[in-house]
Nanobody, 111 residues
Framework: QGQLVESGGGLVQPGGSLRLSCDASALFLHDYDMAWYRQAPGKQRELVARITSDGTTNFADSVKGRVAISRDNADDTVSLEITRLKPEDTAVYYC?????WGQGPQVTVSS
């Protein structure tokens, strides 16, 4: 899992914005799907957003209209941007590249 280098977690106030990044270049993968999941304390891990190798995206209903996912195939990176953050967005966010999981940065939304 350490092969996926993630960044961007931290404390954010409600209504703010956040950007998470995941660098999968160490995996030397091509034509794979990449996604972001999140897991709140005591809850199951859930999909936030996914982007396929050809750029097709899908999002969880809880974040539609507030999230964007993008990828840079040349750098093998994927980014997640969330706006108008809510306290219920508090979770550990995990990057998925192909079949490899990242360790997950913590995102805390609180005043």
């Amino acid at each position: 899992q350490g092969q996926l280098v993630e960044s961007g977690g931290g404390l954010v106030q409600p209504g703010g914005s956040l950007r998470l990044s995941c660098d999968a270049s160490a995996l030397f993968l091509h034509d794979y799907d990449m996604a972001w999941y999140r897991q709140a304390p005591g809850k199951q891990r859930e999909l936030v957003a996914r982007i396929t190798s050809d750029g097709t995206t899908n999002f969880a209903d809880s974040v539609k209209g507030r999230v964007a996912i993008s990828r840079d195939n040349a750098d093998d990176t994927v980014s997640l941007e969330i706006t108008r953050l809510k306290p219920e967005d508090t979770a550990v966010y995990y990057c998925l590249a192909g079949d490899c999981w990242g360790q997950g940065p913590q995102v805390t939304v609180s005043s």
